[in-house]
């Protein structure tokens, strides 16, 4: 069975003051998906992702999300839909973990309402599915990275939508609170949640991805199963190194081909 399509773009141009960034993108997103957009610095992943959030407009092409284009959503219904991560994320005031997570049912609220009784409880239960109830009280500007960035996924439960956007997710985390927050994204995706996530790393890609995307010089240059888009062909070409792909315990791994050099 097909999955739905959630977002669908269509022969999509973005340019800024003094360069051009995209040139003619089709993409489409489908429920249930999990899809990594791979590609190096400036081949304009984000501002892919801050064209489908509304955040700046196109030069030309189209952008759908469900049946309706996205320039006929306000950003409050946007977010009704669809739940933005950053890779970082800096406040002016310190507020608490539960703060910062129930801040996620704001599009719920009406203007100037307070959080309920059941607001609180969905923040509650975010912070647990995502196995951080005992930060609840924490300052959010105290905490590590790793830990940041849970509480933002928790938030973006506590949103209600069932479809994330992220933008470099692990960018800045230790090792082991990268493998952590990619372990939940397939925890969640198994679960009925849709990912579209920007990535640099082949490797993650390969982990937790249904479908990848490459994306070089303002156009997406592949569009596949991970294992068939991966490829040390794909690599060299994108990156400009060599690179060997290894199966072990039924994951596929790159693996850089280093050569250290002499002085």
């Not at 912070?127 to 300052?139: F, H, K, Q, T, Y």
Request: proline letters at 5%.
């Amino acid at each position: 069975m097909e999955l739905k399509p959630l977002i669908t773009v269509n022969d999509l141009h973005f340019s800024y003051p003094t360069r051009s960034v995209l040139e003619g993108i089709d993409f489409t997103l489908r429920r249930g998906e999990v899809v990594s957009l791979l590609g190096p610095n400036g081949c304009g992943k984000s501002t892919l992702i801050r064209l489908i959030l509304k955040l700046i407009h196109p030069k030309r092409g189209e952008i759908w999300l469900h049946n309706k284009t996205l320039h006929r959503y306000s950003h409050r219904e946007i977010a009704e839909h669809i739940a933005y991560i950053p890779q970082y994320h800096n406040v002016p005031f310190n507020y608490s973990v539960l703060e910062m997570v129930l801040m996620g049912r704001v599009s719920k609220l009406g203007f100037f309402a307070a959080p309920s009784a059941a607001d609180h409880r969905i923040a509650q239960e975010s912070l647990e599915r995502v196995g951080i109830s005992d930060l609840a009280a924490r300052p959010f500007g105290q905490l590590s990275g790793g830990q940041k960035q849970m509480v933002l996924l928790a938030r973006a439960l506590t949103q209600g939508v069932d479809t994330f956007i992220m933008d470099e997710p692990v960018s800045g985390l230790d090792y082991g609170n990268q493998i952590r927050l990619l372990e939940l994204i397939v925890t969640l995706s198994a679960q009925g949640y849709t990912f579209l996530k920007t990535t640099h790393y082949p490797d993650h890609a390969l982990l937790v991805s249904s479908r990848v995307a490459v994306m070089n010089h303002g156009k997406i240059i592949a569009d596949g199963l991970p294992e068939e888009v991966i490829t040390p062909e794909m690599i060299h070409d994108v990156y400009g190194i060599e690179a060997d792909l290894i199966v072990h315990n039924s994951h596929t791994r790159c693996l850089p081909i280093f050569n250290k050099g002499t002085l």
